[in-house]
């Protein structure tokens, strides 16, 4: 077995560094490379000879070499000695041909080996870090409490605001429930109560997705100055507005509903998850950021996989109580548990480098104000700072139209369509929930490690894509069970980005870059909903009435050219393996036999 050029590169410049040093030039220095470099081959054939037929062979025929560097400067073809040619036959030719497919399996079984152990050694590390630092598990268990409480309420929600707009503006009776009725025998009044509900909770969510991107990345920026903590527990209390005003409208049937989506609309004053993920940017290096994301996601993934479970055995009063002792159990914990993440000198070097924004002395409190409230859009020019952020808000943009737009609208679709009760939501979520744990807890982290951030971003995109369109043509509830089964692999998109911008920017940017591409995304997440519901309008008296899904399949397809068109060198932590390889065989060279 020849040494590997590598290995003679290194060797030939510690040579090239020692002749230098004796003031021996650049002629000399090359022919001791050449000598060296024969002397190094002949001392592994003496040392290593090969058995078998390539040893007979080369008894014959003499001794390998390579080509000199001067043959290699003057003559890149490198060809073979002619007169050594002569004696080389086919049978010769084979048995070399042989010995090296043998050698290159070899090598390929050992560096697949060790590709193996040395992933399961990064896992075995990676969750030790996780689970041994101060923030991230406790952030993950807030979000799993949180989605526990939210996520009991999904399947609640458009029944109660259903029943409530039928009954407070359609005259339906009041001890009645339009979940007693199948989908062909529901009254009017339920059909425009559903109507009603629909709209509500799309301009609830176009209102509280305005909030955050108004808000966001001036919050994010502000979290990077003056720490993290402070902010996901005021987050924390503003979620809470919501299941409170759900409690009070089920105590109350007289009570207007449109005061539950005004409270959930406040909740996107401040960005919690946004927060929450430069918060864990803060402690997980670059390479295990984007699976420490996805088990933020996995988080949630637990709360929605059990909260079905607590929606069954609960009235719909019972369950929207839970919802709000949960939320308050997580606001306790944080002011309790919560550590700050956001280290003391890093703050420091936030608030010097946004100094600008900071009062002066001497200046005119108008000018202060004028500033002050233009600085949300000046913190959001993060965004264009280079072709990479661009592509990201691009995607970030077209992709959130379409999330957001199945996460407001497929419940009230299902409910009214194909007839979906509460087993079937509870069914459907509980199924969200447990294959968005094994993706983004289990998958995410090999998957990212075997093909890199950017091909895992485009491939959850064309998931996406999938997802709507089964949507779109689903003539029964199995259809819509099997899409949840891609939705989740869609979901690997989330935590990557996040990964990949976390990535790209100073510690003391973390806020900013979460807040404004997050903004970015609220804004996408506003305008989603509307698209999709004025396409419901044109599609809901025809024979495909789920049609207005392929307009996020559309968005989808946009994000994935996106994805495409990412930077590999920016958008992958660590470079890939396969491109290590064949870096790495470029340098070999063909054996030449004299």
Known sequence: MTIGRIDRLRQNEEIENNNNKKGYGSTSSLETMEQSEQQNIEINISQEPPKGPLRQLLSRIGHIKRPSWRQMSTNNSMPRNDDSAALLTDQDESIISEERSTTNSTESTTNSTECTTNSTESTTDFLKFFVSSAGPPQIVFLCMLWALALGSTIGVVPSVMTDQYAKIYHNFDAGDSCANYGKDAKPQSCLDGSSDAQTAATSASFVSNIFTFLTSSLIGSISDEYGRRQLLVLGQFLAMFGPLVLVMIQMFPTSNPNWYYVASAAGGLISWISIALSALSDVMPNQWRAPTFGLLLSGFSVGFALSPVLALGFSHYGVSLLSFSLLIVGLFYSLCFLPETLPVETAEAARIQRSEYHRQEDEPRLQCIV???????????????????????????????????????????????????????????????????????????????????RLVVVVAFIMGAITNTLYAFAPSKQFIFLAVCFSSFGGMSFPTISAIKANNVEKFEQGRIQGALYALSSLASAVGPCLLRLAYQKTKDTTQPGAFFLVATAFFIVATFCGWALPEDKANSVPQRGNANDAEQAFEEPLMIT
């Open 371 to 453: 500033r002050t409230l233009a600085r949300p859009m000046k913190e959001l020019s993060i965004l264009n700072r280079n072709n990479l952020f661009r592509l990201l808000s691009s995607l970030a943009f077209f992709s959130g139209m379409s999330s957001s737009a199945d996460q407001t609208l497929l419940v009230y679709y299902v409910e009214d369509r194909l007839d979906f009760n509460d087993h079937d939501i509870a069914v459907l979520f509980g199924m969200i929930g447990l294959l968005g744990i094994l993706v983004q807890g289990f998958l995410l982290k090999p998957f990212t490690d075997l093909i890199g951030e």
